[in-house]
Every structure is written in C-alpha cells, then in structure tokens.
C-alpha cells in the first residue's frame, strides 16, 4: 500500500459513523495521491470502521487504480455491463453495514447518481453528510503543501504582473482574461484553480462575474481581477482590484475601505480564535465605514487542493484557527450597477498568528 | 426573461415526472444561456409540471442572477443564515410537489447535499434520476452550438501542432504538458475542456493517465495527447498518438489496427443508426485483429457543453442517431506496461452520414 486510512479510521472514530463513502476529488488525493476526473463512470470507496475497505472501480481506471496498491477488496466493472453488479457485489463485501448503520458521504462532492447506487444496495443505512468530518482530514497543511501552495502563488502573481503590463483601454474584459491565461501557462501553472473573473466597472460588482466579450475597459473603470493556478494539485486564489488610468476620489476611498478589512483580517487572525471572531472583526470595518451598504458576503474560505475548503471565515462560524490552516481573507465592497472592489489575500496560520503567502501589492494601482 | 423552459416542459411532459430540479452546468447554460460554479453555496431550479418555476439563489449571486430575468419565484439566501430556510420557502411555493410525486434530479450532476436539501423539504416525493431526460435537451446542436465546436477544435488543432514542433528526446511528460496548455492559451482558448493527458510509453497504455514529472520521453516511445480547448462554453475533445523518432513495426501495426477502428466508425455513423452499433462495428475490427486482447473500453461519448454527454457510442445502447448529435470516435488499444494508442476524432452527423469535425492528421507521425 501506498498510502494510509488512519485519518478516515480517525473520523470515523471521532463520528462513530460506522462506514464512510467517498469518490474521487481533494480527500481521495489527499489519501491516495492520486486522482481520477469524476465522468459519468462511478467511482466509489467505501470504508468501513469493522473490517477491510472496499472500491467499485471503472475497469477502465484499473491500470491507474493499480498503482495505489489498495489494500481491501476491488469489483471493477465494465461500460457494456454498468455498475450495478460492482455496487452488488460491494455491498455483499460489506455485511456489517447491511443493517440499520450510519454511512457518511461527501455529500458537497459525491453526486446524486452514486448515492442512488449506494442506497440501492444498502437499502437500510442512513446515509448523513459528513463532507466536514471526512474533509478535516485536509484541514491542517503539510509543509510540503504548503511549499505547493507558495509555488502555485508565484505562478500567479508573475502571471499577474505581466497581464497588467499588457492591460490597456480598449480592450475587452475577455480580451484581458487572454491574457491572463496566456501568461498564466507561460509562468509554469499545472492548470486553473478556477475559471478567472476579469471585470471592469459595473460587471465587477457582481461578486462572481463573467468576462464579457463586448465590454471594452475605459479611463476610471475597475478592474477586478480574482483568479489562481494549480500546482500539483494545489490551488492559489488571488483577487486585486486596480483602475484603468485614473481613479476618481470616491472609488479611492472605496477601495481603501476595502484595503482596511483585508488589513485587519490578517491583523487579527491567530492560533486559538475563531473563524467567527476573524469575519467579525472584517465586517466591522466595512459595516463602520460610509460604504456599509456595499458588503455582501463572508471574509474567506480554506484553500488547498480544493478551491472552497474548510474553515469557512464566516460570523457564526466555531471553527477554532489551529496552525498550518490555510485561508483566504477577501472582503469586498459591491455598489450595483457602478464598480466592485475585492482584495483577497492566502494566509496560513502560523504558531502566533498568521503568515501571508499572497505577496503582490495592494496599494491602489493604476494601471493601462 | 430571455429564456424559455419549452424544452424542460417538454421533458416533464414526455417522462409525466411532476417536476424537475437542476443546478448550474450544461443544462442550465443550455436553458438561461450563462452559468454559475458549483460551490458550497446551492442554487437550485425547480420546475413542477404545472404552475411557476422556482429559484433558490446564493444571495451574492443575486446580480448575476437578475440578468436571466427569471420568471418565477426567487429565494435567496446569505451565508450568515444558511440556505435551510430558502428550500423551507421554495417548498411552500410549490404545494402541487409536497405529495406522492416523483421529482426527476440531474443525478450525475446534483450532488447528494442538495438532493438532502430537497429531501427535507418534500418529505413525501420520491426523487428518481432524470439526468439523461434532462439531458436530451442538448442531444440535437444547434448551427450556433456546432460553430463554436469547430471553433473550440480549431484552436486545439493549431495549439497541438505548435506543441509537437517543440517537442524533443528528454523532455518529461509534464514538461510535454507545459507547452501543450501555453500554446492552447497562446491560440485563444477560454479554457480547458478538461485536464489534458500527455502519456508516453508504457504510461500511455493507461486510457486515463496523468503526466509524469520524472519520466523522459525517449527514441521509440509512443506519446498520447488527449485534450481540448473549451470556446464559449463548448468543449474540443481529441486525441493522437505519436511515436518519439522511430517506430517499430509491431507498433506500427499497433497503430494502424486503431486507426482502422477509427476510420470505420467515422464510415457507419449515419442518422438511424443505433449507437450500439456504431461501437460494435468499430469493435469488430478491433477483436478481428491480433490485438483483440487490449481493447478496454466503448467507442465513444456524446460532446458539447459538457465533455461527455449523451450519446453513449456503446454496445447495448439504442439510442438512434440523429442529425445534429455530436460524438466522438475514439477506439483505443492498450498494452498493459508498454504502449496505447488512441485516435479520437469529434463528428457530427449530417442528412446522410456524419461530418467529421476534427481535421488534424491521423496518419502515424514521428515527432521530436
């Protein structure tokens, strides 16, 4: 075996969930280090806290699955047959979580359709979320994650400085996205955290806005820019928000307030506190200034070999900041219909506070 | 609205399922002509038979939201309050589904915590997988939709050649992959139909490989690329084997036995036609070969929004083909720990046959 079960054996534990099923995505890498694309071919593995795991696997992902050296029972099955022998025969694997158990899913990941064949075959399990049990197993960053993390930054970050340097009025938001992934892959990315949002003026006040390919950026315009490499699995999230030639006294002051939440996230945020207690002190700033009205959601999200991971940085959130997490601190400000303003940061926690592995200037820049 | 439901209407009406419920992805875009990622956060579109859809949309995705200008009841939600009470609303507004019905679900598509989310608040409806009825929305492509294929497989043809002129002795597979992904952006792609495979030598005997980081590609080995551009939303999906500045003739038979599977699946396809057997035909030259043992999967998958979509070019499916259905024909032969190869062209079929849309040469090339 290339790998170990010990952190599922330690949620299952600390759940007293009697099995856990999950698929592939960020917990199988983090396990088996390695992954397969989720298509409509079912891939299922499925731990029990008594006795061997078990994995339903596409034979067409044997070769690769091979390699993993799985160390419990495999039923491969074929396109022309479809899973549900495979399923069957898991489930026959399986006895003693045929009866009235408790089975945690990836629910945020695993789709409907496996549920569905899990369901067929253990018709009297209960199937409970446990995306959070089984994902805080990613929860505390490795070094050698986190030296992924910084890699997948710096691609980024030069492949920001050059778009930037290539920005100019006229140009389309799609446009500028093109160049943006074009140098993204020139500075060395595996591939996108996630489609980047290039937006200008009134489409960057749409939080999760889409470049468009008839809006071309002009004198006084933001310019939003949120977007991330990969490296080797692991994923940088970066948002600065700059404008294009001038910038008019009141979007300064907007962005500045903006600027003083990012600054005061990093500022507080320690060892011991709670997500909570980070997302408060953000939106105090922004609810305490004149552009109270714009703030529209939480400060942040973990970040590693997932895009939106644990902990959430959210007012009601109890998650205690422990060192080696990893998140994002991004507060925005959004007036509809004018111009949006996001300054997203990647920090890890460290034994007293927090390190910042984004290093790209925040400052008010203009660029064009 | 600049949208209409006519199609999904049309699905309800066929199936005389009481509803359906989707999340963003092909189907939506397809329907509201823009797109959301699936996130943590769930939104969720339910059209009953009778009476007005309804929306349950993360608050910050409201002025994204907005542009669809949906005709039905919309329920937002903030992160701070959690999305339960949203669905609780949702449910009230649809009283004709809190019964007996059956709710048809994009099952490989939704995940399981947003089905647990319907769940709870249609206790008595009984969820089935309408995925491939949903689907069958986008089975016949539109002149537009079939534009920007070509589009999307113009941009990957012009990004492979450039690739294979820098390919050399000595490279890794990942570094294969590097220039791969810059030239796809440098020619004008909006992004990746998925991750590509870059795979030589024995690697490539895995239909599913990832590049390697310490493996250099030497005189004699096969090299396999399989990827595509995406372009407005629609995915390019090819592959091609080349061989590192020689060949043997065992591989070169090797090739040729694929390539002639390829051929006549591209000659069978024709509008009434069974999927079924597009495949069988394309498998019967595979197992009437010397090579019969290293067939391991169908012939190929339906192409659009998303990279593999109904239909399913499969023995045993009797899905007829019709003009407008776009497929990939892409027979594969893989010697465990030696050698694959794959050839994969993307058709459309026409009045009479299929058109292939792919151009790029099939006929074995040595490259480096």
Avoid at 126 to 154: G, M, P, W, Y
Avoid at 286 to 298: G, I, P, T
């Amino acid at each position: 075996m290339n790998y170990t079960l010990d952190p599922i054996y330690a949620v299952l534990e600390k759940t007293q969930l009697d099995g856990v099923a999950f698929v592939p995505g960020a917990n199988f890498r983090r396990i088996f280090n390695c992954d397969f694309h989720l298509m409509e071919r079912p891939l299922v593995i499925i731990v029990p806290r008594q006795g061997d795991p078990v994995a339903i696997v596409p034979n067409l992902e044997m070769a690769s699955f091979d390699q993993i050296q799985f160390g419990g029972k495999i039923f491969d099955w074929r396109d022309e047959g479809g899973y549900d022998a495979a399923f069957k025969s898991a489930a026959a694997a399986l006895p003693q979580l045929n009866d009235s158990v408790e089975i945690g899913l990836e629910a945020q990941r695993m789709r409907v359709f496996e549920q569905m064949a899990l369901s067929a075959v253990f018709p009297v399990a209960t199937f409970v979320n446990a995306h959070l049990a089984i994902s805080s197993i990613r929860l505390i960053k490795t070094e050698d994650e986190i030296s992924k993390l910084r890699k997948a930054i710096q691609i980024s970050e030069n492949a920001l400085e050059a778009t930037l340097g290539e920005v100019r009025v006229g140009q389309t938001e799609k446009e500028i996205e093109s160049i943006l992934l074009r140098q993204l892959f020139a500075h060395g990315a595996d591939g996108l955290a996630f489609d980047p949002i290039v937006a200008a003026a009134d489409n960057s006040a749409q939080p999760h806005a889409s470049a468009r390919i008839d809006y071309q950026v002009k004198k006084g315009d933001s310019l939003l820019i949120d977007f991330g490499a990969s490296w080797r699995g692991y994923n940088a999230d970066i948002t600065r928000t700059f404008f294009i030639e001038e910038v008019s006294d009141f979007d300064r002051a907007f962005y500045n307030t903006v600027l003083n939440a990012n600054a005061r996230g990093k500022q507080v945020s320690k060892p011991g506190l709670k997500t909570h207690d980070v997302d408060d002190a953000v939106q105090v700033v922004l609810e305490n200034s004149q552009f109270a009205e714009f703030a529209r959601h939480k400060t942040g999200h973990g970040l590693g070999l997932d895009v939106h991971e644990a902990p959430q940085i959210m007012r009601g959130d109890d998650q205690i900041l422990e060192p080696g997490m990893v998140f994002t601190v991004e507060p925005g400000l959004y007036r509809s219909g004018e111009c949006g303003v996001r300054i997203e940061d990647d920090v890890v926690v460290t034994k007293d506070g927090i390190e910042c592995l984004t290093n790209f200037p925040r400052e008010l820049r203009i660029v064009g």
